[in-house]
């Protein structure tokens, strides 16, 4: 009775996990609600004694999460505001994904979640590609911003344009890392699936026309592709092929990057990257230790414009994760984000590398997807908000465990089957 009751939770468990990652493309809230349900079943069975409640995560790994939470909290209690700045810091209770997708990516279940990722991707991508061309906001709350060229930009039901774009980014940037090397190893049906989910979320980054979105997808697949090297030669060909038709058919793109780039880089324009990066600069100078706490930014940035400046350029975040870290948390703060990011790269990368070369397609397309994911979102970071963005938290931290779970050496837990298993 106790095993049923047990192997009922373990279902209900992935059964939430995919509704939690498949809902994250449409809609924050119940994304997170199933997030939270699952992770009372995890507990349950961490409980039970089933698992252990860190199992799958590297002690490296652990001990840097550990070290940027810890310092974020003695960041806020140190400030003038530190009730705020706690409950900013309670957003990071997402990194809870990762133990959660590493338990059920090694019963086998990895597929169930991708798929459900994938759908999401697919439906979402629709509604984008229909509001370019209609312009139709029967599904947003915001009028849409005309796209350069033609159309409208694509947003999805986001309401942030930059938001959508680094979602469907990362999305487009994991999903392409895995099939790149499991195309081996899955069904041809399966294969067209998930190619099609992959081109519609690079299809829709481009259409909502997010620089720093376009710039980390294909960076990120470009870069899988040299690894991959003379091993995945075909499929490189007709991924540069479908990337450079994509880019010379949607009018636009181009003049996106050229118009923007005085504004952004000659620092004159007070909502140019430039300008934003050098004050915030100015307010980690101040504060090298701990920062003016989480969640403190805005306040700490208003004194550094001039008294009649639109409300629109009092910003609370500094467009760059880590020097936003670097204002908010001080130097040892960044030090410690960048660290975690360092340790995954080099994690992922030498994983990726190594099954490579021994052949294994299952660990391989794993680690491409975690490598993938990775590096797109940190080059989206260093121009946005993007890891302390809840929309964009789960699916990097889902890839992540994707990774992390190859990395696990010890057996499978009784009664499990291996996270090998594909269609």
């Known amino acids: 009775m106790a095993d049923d009751r047990l192997q009922t939770s373990e279902h209900l468990l992935a059964g939430l996990l995919a509704l939690s990652l498949s809902s994250s493309t449409f ?57 705020g700045s706690l409950n900013a810091v309670r957003d990071n209770w997402l990194f809870i994904a990762i133990p959660i997708s590493i338990h059920v990516i090694r019963r086998g279940m990895l597929w169930p979640l991708l798929v459900s990722l994938a759908c999401g991707v697919i439906f979402v991508s629709l509604v984008g590609i229909w509001q370019y061309f209609t312009g139709s906001t029967a599904f947003v709350d915001i009028q849409l911003s005309p796209a350069p060229g033609f159309g409208h930009r694509a947003t999805g039901f986001f309401t942030g344009l930059v938001t959508f774009g680094n979602y469907f980014a990362l999305a487009a940037a994991g999903l392409f890392g895995y099939l790149l090397v499991g195309n081996k190893t899955i069904s041809r049906g399966m294969t067209v699936f998930l190619s099609v989910a992959v081109f519609l979320a690079f299809l829709v980054t481009i259409l909502n026309f997010g620089r720093g979105a376009v710039v980390a997808v294909i960076l990120s697949m470009g870069y899988l592709l040299v690894l991959c090297g003379r091993i995945q030669w075909k499929a490189s060909l007709v991924s540069l092929g479908v990337i450079a038709v994509t880019l010379l058919a949607i009018p636009g793109v181009g003049a996106r990057f050229v118009d923007q780039f005085e504004k952004d880089l000659y620092g004159e324009s007070e909502g140019g990257r430039v300008f934003i990066w050098r004050n915030t600069l100015k307010i980690a ?25 639109p409300e629109i ?17 001080g130097v040892p703060g960044v030090l410690f984000f960048g660290a975690m990011w360092f340790g995954v790269i ?11 070369r021994k052949g294994d397609t299952v660990a391989s397309a794993s680690y491409g997807a975690a490598l993938a994911a990775t590096i797109c979102c940190l080059t989206t970071s260093l121009f946005h908000e993007v890891f302390s963005d809840d929309e964009i938290r789960l699916p990097l931290m889902f890839f992540w465990a994707v990774g992390l779970a190859h990395m696990y050496n010890r057996a499978p837990e009784s009664g499990c089957v291996s996270a090998a298993q594909t269609p």
Not at 29 to 40: D, F, I, K
Not at 318 to 324: C, G, N
């Open 346 to 356: 080099r994690c992922f990368l030498k994983g990726f590398r190594e099954s490579l």
């Open 27 to 83: 809609s924050v809230a119940l994304s997170q609600t199933a997030l939270g349900l699952a992770a009372a079943f995890y507990v349950a069975i961490v409980i039970a004694g089933r698992v252990k409640f860190f199992a799958g995560l590297p002690r490296w790994f652990c001990i840097t999460i550990a070290a940027w939470l810890v310092w974020l909290v003695a960041a806020s209690l140190v400030n003038e505001q530190p009730w």
């Open 285 to 309: 100078e101040q504060h090298p230790i701990t920062g003016v706490g989480p969640a403190n930014f805005k306040k700490a940035y208003i004194p550094t414009l001039r008294p009649d400046i």
């Open 313 to 329: 350029r009092k910003l609370h975040h500094a467009h760059s994760d880590f020097l936003h870290a670097a204002a908010t948390t």
